[in-house]
C-alpha cells in the first residue's frame, strides 16, 4: 500500500496524517491510517520528520510507501522533503469540511496564530481574516497565563469549567496578562475564577474575528485549543451559537494537506499519462 | 526640613528625598513586588536612612506611578507623567521631550521650560516597546536584563527583529539562536526594534530637542544608542534615569509644603 502524508508545522506542535494514494479511499477522518504530534521545539525540519515517522509507525507502513508529502503551517517551507507546500488557511478549510461536512464558518485556533474562515460546503475558501501578528488571541495567551499560575496546560480546561464567577482579565497583551493573573491571586482571586475570566477574555478577541467573516452557522472550532472544554464554552457563551467539534480537530490541517496533496498527485498523473 | 516623592512602577518603587533647598538628601529602591504598601514603606526606610532622618520627619510626601493610589503613605498623589517632565527639567534643563520607558509602559511627553506638560501619549496596552520586551528578550538567552544593553554595543551587525509580541520575539530569538546567530547581534536588533517603537510614539508627540531618556530603561547603554541613532538627536540619560518620576514628585511636594510654610506665615 502506498500512503499520501500531509505534515502541519505549527509553533507549537508539529501534526502528521497518513492516507492512503488511492484517489477511491475515504477522504473523511475514516480516512486517516495513521497520525502522530510531537512538540515542534527549535529544529522544525526534525520536528516533521518525526511527525511524520511517528504516523507511518502507527499505519504499521514504511517510509518508502509515502509516496507525495504536502506541508503546511508556519514551518511549512523547512519540511525537507516536501512535495509541495500550502498555506494553512486553505488547508484548515479542507481538513475541516473533511471532519465536519456541515460547518460554514470556522475557526482554527493555534498557538501564534488564530484564523477565521468562511467556507464552501466544497471546503472552498470564501473569505478569511487572521492574528498572527500579536499572542493575545492566540493559544500562547492560555499557555502564558497556566505558566505564571504554574498550572499544567492539560489542567486548564478542566479547572476552567469549575469557575463560579470568572473575574475580569483587563490585559490584552498576554505579557501584561501574566503580571494581572498574579496580582488576581495575591487578592485571593481562585484559580478556576482566573482561568476562566483568561478564557472568556480571549474568547472576545476570537469573537470578533469571526464576526469580521461573518458568522454562519454551523460553525467549527479546529486547532489544538478545541481539546479545551473551557474555553470552548466561553466561546460558545460570546458567539451565542453552538460550536461543533471534532476529536480530530488538532489534525484539520494536517488531513487537509494530505487531501490537497493526494489531488495534486492525481492530477499531476493525469497530466503525465495523457 | 525634608520632603519625598514615592514613585510605584510596575517593576522597580523609588523615593526620593530632598531638604528644602531641593538638594537630593537620600534615596531608595526595591522590587515593587505583590505587596505596594511595603514596597513604599521600605524604599521610604531606606531613603530616610540615607538622610539622616526619620520617617516622621518628612513634611510632605507625594506618590507617583501606577501603584500610587494604593499607597497610604502620601499626602497626594500625582500622575507619573507630570513628575517625569518635572523631574526631567529640573535635571536637564534644556529638556523639551520625554521618553520613559518603565517595565509595562512606555511614553512620550513634550514639556515646556517650567517643566509642565504640553502633550504626551502612551502605550500601556502592550508589551512591545517597553522594558517587558527587553526583560523577555535576556530571559530567553539566559542574561541578566542589566548586561544585554553593553552585550548590543559589542555587535558587528543588527538582526532585523520582525515580531512585534513580546511573547513570538522569544520563539523568534530561539530560532536565531539555534542558527548560530551571534547574541550581540540579535540584542542589537532588539534594542533596534525597540528604539523604533519609541520614535513613532514619539512623533505623535513631535520630538524637540533635548530629549530626555527617562525610566528604568535609560540606564541601558545600547537603549541610549539606538534611540539615538533613530531619531537623531541627543539623549540624556544616565544612572538617575530611574528616579525621575520620584524626583518630580518630591519636588511637588517641595513647592506644597513651602506653599503652605508661606500661606502659614502669611496668615500670622
Partial sequence: MSFVAGVDIGSRMTKAVLIGADLGAADDDKGIVGRCSVLTRFDLAAAAENALLGAVAAAGGQRHQVLYLAATGYGRYLAAERDIQITEITCHARGAIALMPEVRSLLDVGAQNARAIRLLPSGRVVSFRMNDKCASGAGRFVERVSKALEIELEQVGPLGLQANAPCEISSICAVLAESEVINHVTNG?????ILQGTHESISDRLASLVRQVGLEEPFGLTGGVANNQALVHALEKRLEVPVRLHELSEYAGALGAALLGRQRLHNARAVQFA | ?????????????????????????????????????????????????QAGIEPHEVAYTI??????????????????????????????????????????????????????????????????GTGRFLAAAAEVMGLEVEEIGALSLEATESIKIT??????????????????RKRQDILAGVHRSIAGRSASLLRRVTVESELTFTGGVAR???????????????????????????LGAALFALERELAGARRQEAAQ
Fill in chain 2, 1 to 49: 526640613m525634608h520632603v519625598a516623592g514615592i514613585d510605584v512602577g510596575s517593576t522597580q518603587t523609588k523615593c526620593v528625598i530632598l531638604d528644602e533647598n531641593g538638594a537630593v538628601a537620600g534615596r531608595g529602591i526595591r522590587m515593587t513586588g505583590a505587596d505596594v504598601l511595603k514596597a513604599a514603606d521600605q524604599v521610604v526606610a531606606q531613603a530616610c536612612v
Fill in chain 2, 63 to 128: 506618590g507617583t506611578g501606577y501603584g500610587r493610589y494604593r499607597v497610604a503613605t502620601g499626602d497626594d498623589q500625582v500622575t507619573e507623567i507630570s513628575c517625569h517632565a518635572k523631574g526631567a527639567v529640573h535635571l536637564f534643563p534644556g529638556t523639551r521631550t520625554i521618553l520613559d520607558i518603565g517595565g509595562q509602559d512606555t511614553k512620550g511627553i513634550r514639556t515646556n521650560a517650567r517643566g509642565e506638560v504640553v502633550d504626551f501619549c502612551m502605550n500601556d496596552k502592550c508589551a512591545a
Fill in chain 1, 189 to 193: 482571586e481562585s484559580i478556576p475564577n
Fill in chain 2, 220 to 246: 541601558n547603554p545600547g537603549m541610549v544608542k539606538a534611540v539615538e541613532e533613530r531619531l537623531q538627536v541627543k539623549v540624556n540619560a544616565g544612572e538617575d534615569s530611574q528616579y525621575m518620576g520620584a
Fill in chain 2, 163 to 180: 515580531n512585534v509580541c513580546t511573547v513570538f520575539v522569544e520563539s523568534e530569538i530561539l530560532n536565531q539562536l539555534s542558527r548560530g
